[in-house]
Structures are given as structure tokens and as C-alpha cells.
């Protein structure tokens, strides 16, 4: 399987712990994106690398969260003191460049799902 | 900022029936539209997706369009089918921005 991966499918955390998600994009993409996304609504950005740049972070994205892409390979999303609200679906994507520079399509993982007690 | 909107959020069609799921945006100079189908607790699956300069793409039973000037695009579904039963969501992919989706329903 060539798509992108997430791990783990699942964690269900007590509040105050600190949690770790992983996501292994498509090989050859650069850019790895992070979304959160709740029961009923649509996916919500988080943060984006190109390779190992980090590119782009949202005002959701508080200090207790923390991304990296060491190798411009996988991703790592954190977060720190786990809180009630943080409980949600944790969507990892990848996107390649095209000829022209620009980035099109965006492939998804199947998610983390996170429960916070 | 760019917005996208998705009405209706939910969708209930008997089997056979062809129908048209709606999305817009608010900004125009949109760069590509991207629309995804999600399973119940599952990831997105990419359907579609229409560069800017295109106005529309066609695979299988599904079609999708996109008028840049009125901010809208449609999904077209012929002949759907109970497997059919999902959200779709669309998406602005350059902006990072999606909608909420349309939870459809096909009705054996």
C-alpha cells in the first residue's frame, strides 16, 4: 500500500497527558499537511511542511501543539497536556509539486482518531 | 480569507436518482477545487479535482464542475446507488480551507 499511513488509528488519553501522532505521507510528495476535524464539520488546518520546512501554522495550533518533519519524510504532531476539547479526528495529507511549481491534490490518511477523558 | 460553503448538509435520495451536490467559495481566484467522499470515521478519499483553468472533470458516474466568476461548483452523481451513501466535501486544497460537507443518503 503506496497511500498515506497515520499511527495510531486510535488513542484514548486522560487529561493532562501528553500525546504523539505519526503520519508517513506518499513517498515522492513534499508537502505533508495536519488537520483536526470534528464530529459534523470538515476538516480544519492545522500546519504544513514542504520537506522539512515547516511553512504554515494556524491560531488552533496553540502552544501545547508542536509538529515536525525531521527528514522531510514522516511527520510527528504532539500535543501537550491533553485537554477535553482537543478530543477530535487528527487527519494527515500529502500533496507532490507539479511541472509549474504548484501543488494540486491532496491525498488523506485514515486518521487518528483521539479521545481525551 | 477564503470560504467554502456547503448546503445542504444533509441529502436523502431514493436509488436511480441522479442529483447534484452543491459547493461555493468566496474567493474567485481559487487555484483548484478538490472533492473528497468520507466514510463514517474514515479518512477523505479524493474524487475530483479541477484546476483553475478547467471547468470540469468528469470519472465513472460522477462529474464535477466549477465556475470561477459565480464562486460555485456542483457534483453531479448519475444513477446513484445505496454503496453512493457518504459525505462529500469539497475543497479549496491551495487555501487549506473545505466545507463541511453534505451527508447523502441513497435509499434502496
Known amino acids: 500500500d503506496t497511500g498515506v499511513s497515520q499511527n495510531p488509528r486510535h488513542k484514548i488519553t486522560k487529561r493532562g497527558q501528553n500525546v504523539t501522532f505519526r503520519c508517513d505521507p506518499i513517498?515522492?510528495?513534499?508537502?505533508l499537511y495536519w488537520y483536526r476535524q470534528t464530529l459534523g464539520q470538515g476538516p480544519e488546518f492545522l500546519t504544513y511542511?514542504?520537506?522539512?520546512?515547516?511553512?504554515?501554522k494556524s491560531r488552533l495550533l496553540s502552544d501545547r501543539f508542536s509538529a515536525e518533519r525531521p527528514k522531510g519524510s514522516f511527520s510527528t504532531l504532539e500535543i501537550q497536556r491533553t485537554e477535553q476539547g482537543d478530543s477530535a479526528m487528527y487527519l494527515c495529507?500529502?500533496?507532490?509539486?507539479?511541472?509549474?511549481?504548484?501543488?494540486?491534490?491532496?491525498?488523506f490518511g485514515p486518521g487518528t482518531r483521539l479521545t481525551v477523558l | 480569507k477564503q470560504e467554502v460553503t456547503q448546503i445542504p448538509a444533509a441529502l436523502s435520495v431514493p436509488e436511480g436518482e441522479n442529483l447534484v451536490l452543491n459547493c461555493s467559495f468566496t474567493?474567485?481566484?481559487?487555484?483548484?477545487l478538490q472533492w473528497f467522499r468520507q466514510d463514517p470515521g474514515k479518512g477523505l478519499t479524493s474524487l475530483l479535482l479541477?484546476?483553475?483553468?478547467?471547468r470540469e472533470q468528469t470519472s465513472g458516474r460522477l462529474n464535477a464542475s466549477l465556475d470561477k466568476s459565480s464562486g460555485r461548483s456542483t457534483l453531479y452523481i448519475a444513477a446513484s446507488q445505496p454503496g453512493d451513501s457518504a459525505t462529500y466535501l469539497c475543497?479549496?486544497?491551495?487555501?487549506?480551507?473545505f466545507g463541511a460537507g453534505t451527508r447523502l443518503t441513497v435509499k434502496p
Open positions: 474567493d474567485s481566484a481559487i487555484y483548484n
Open positions: 495529507a500529502s500533496s507532490a509539486r507539479t511541472s509549474g511549481n504548484s501543488y494540486n491534490e491532496q491525498f
Open positions: 513517498s515522492e510528495h513534499n508537502r
Open positions: 479541477i484546476q483553475s483553468s478547467q
Open positions: 511542511f514542504q520537506n522539512e520546512a515547516q511553512l504554515e
Open positions: 475543497a479549496a486544497p491551495g487555501d487549506m480551507r
